[in-house]
């Protein structure tokens, strides 16, 4: 069956840190793979598109790449501020599909 | 740039009760929206496209006769859970973007919490 896989767990890191957060998906052949960034009670907010020719994509402290041989994704914050704690969820949008389809998302916590 | 609009943000009604959930892009025009619904600490499923002037496309498993969704303008859809119940009680968040693509960014309404009683 087709899954999208993200830590369950939340991850936990002290402020000035990098986070790395892990989307992993079977079964699909993605031909874009986004993430998203939900506070609690609200929607979700676009951060970064990666298209499945491309390796790493940056914009200020993200980073997010994209390993069709592993179907993994990763995405970095670097120096990470308590204002980055949120869950961080990523979607894929298929080939040969209509729609775009979420991971369950991981929660990033950083303490001062 | 690209802002979607959600109304209202929380409802509380009871059992029985038919609720409307108003999705707006403000400045854009959207020719297809999304609709999803998120359960606690799950992801967001997807629940229907929304098309304007034209019938929605629900996925499978969503009944259609329970969410009737109508999309009567190119900045408006809405969403109504008639004959809610408990068990409808979800956060439900709808999206769109310009191009009306769904392979591109989306843009999110801030949801809107319903409870039934």
């Known amino acids: 069956s087709q899954k999208i896989e993200q830590n369950s767990e939340a991850l936990n890191i002290q402020e000035g840190k990098t986070a790395t957060l892990t989307c992993n998906y079977t079964?699909?052949?993605?031909?874009?793979l986004q993430w998203y960034r939900q506070d609690p009670g609200r929607g979700p907010v676009f951060l970064l598109l990666i298209r499945e020719n491309e390796k790493e994509k940056r914009k200020e402290r993200l980073k997010v790449t994209f390993d069709t041989t592993l179907k993994q994704s990763l995405f970095h914050i670097t120096a990470s501020q308590p204002a980055d704690s949120a869950t961080y969820l990523c979607?894929?949008?298929?080939?040969?599909?209509?729609?775009?389809?979420f991971g369950k998302g991981t929660m990033l916590l950083v303490s001062p | 740039g690209a802002v979607v609009s959600q109304h209202p943000s929380w409802v509380i009604c009871k059992s029985g009760t038919s609720v409307k959930i108003e999705c707006r892009s403000l400045?854009?025009?959207?020719?297809?929206m999304f609709w999803y619904r998120q359960f606690p600490k799950q992801s967001l499923m997807l629940m229907a496209t929304s098309n304007e002037g034209s019938k929605a496309t629900y996925e499978q498993g969503v009944e259609k006769d329970k969410f009737l969704i109508n999309h009567a303008s190119l900045t408006l859809s809405t969403l109504t859970v008639t004959s809610a119940h408990p068990e409808d009680s979800s956060f439900y968040i709808c999206?769109?973007?310009?191009?009306?693509?769904?392979?591109?960014?989306?843009?999110f309404g801030d949801g809107t919490r319903l409870s039934i009683l």
């Open positions: 979607a894929l949008a298929p080939a040969g599909y209509s729609t775009l389809t």
């Open positions: 079964n699909y052949s993605p031909a874009y």
């Open positions: 400045d854009f025009q959207a020719t297809t």
């Open positions: 999206s769109a973007n310009p191009g009306g693509q769904y392979n591109q960014p989306q843009h």
